[in-house]
């Protein structure tokens, strides 16, 4: 039961940091971050509540939507890179792509995403931090990508996503938040209404900033276990 009681840890931390910037309850998503963890540490989470999975890779993600496909309204968000060549997996199982970011990309998912009964739900994603080594798109091609999802009738934006810079002090992510949000109040609530960002060890930071959704692995599976 210990991935119930970590649960319940971050759900408080979660709503604690709600009051604390004077936000209502339940305005922040928790989405579990469960990338090489085993279809049973899911189960687990699922059987204290949980329903919002977050998985890297879309091979693993879609091993374990057929896995746990037993269990209803149980949902995977893919907030991995996704190249092209997965794409057609992606759009297979995966409930929310999280990490759209570039015209390209936008354009072969949305032809994918043709086939499904419905939009398949996108977030865009945002290197705020410049950094070389992280993908996403930077914040000048931001309204190209935009336009290129919005003339993509398969596709619905819902928001941006964004990995700062990784930082010893939570703090230190508050200026990288801020800016995300302040990319989302440039387009405005309606077009953008999601804010993916903070993970285990700047939630509270995230959510003083406008997060609508943290992204938590460690403190709900612990650490992740490494590949054989």
């Known amino acids: 039961m210990l991935i119930a009681r970590n649960l319940a840890a971050v759900l408080d931390r979660i709503h604690q940091a709600e009051r604390a910037a ?21 189960r687990e989470a699922y059987a204290a509540g949980q329903r919002e999975f977050g998985e890297n890779y879309p091979q693993e993600l879609a091993s374990k939507a057929e896995i746990l496909k037993d269990l209803p309204g149980i949902r995977f968000h893919l907030i991995g890179h996704l190249q092209s060549n997965k794409v057609k997996l992606a759009v297979r199982f995966a409930s929310s792509v999280d990490t759209l970011d570039s015209p390209s990309l936008a354009v072969e998912l949305g032809k994918r995403a043709a086939s499904r009964p419905e939009p398949l739900p996108v977030l865009l994603e945002v290197n705020v931090g410049g950094e070389i080594q992280k993908h996403g798109c930077s914040p000048e091609q931001l309204a190209a990508v935009m336009e290129a999802v919005l003339a993509q009738p398969s596709l619905r934006l819902r928001g941006l996503m964004t990995v700062p810079p990784h930082t010893e ?22 077009l ?27 403190a709900i599976f612990g650490e992740r276990p490494l590949r054989g």
């Open 22 to 42: 004077g936000r209502p309850e339940g305005s922040v998503q928790l989405l579990a971050v469960s990338k090489r963890h085993p279809p049973e540490a899911i």
């Open 169 to 190: 002090d939570p703090e230190g992510a508050r200026p990288f938040f801020r800016q995300l949000r302040r990319l989302r109040d440039r387009y405005g609530t309606d």
């Open 192 to 218: 953008l209404p999601e804010l993916s960002m903070g993970m285990s060890h700047d939630l509270e930071v995230a959510i003083s900033e406008g997060a609508t959704q943290v992204r938590i692995g460690t």
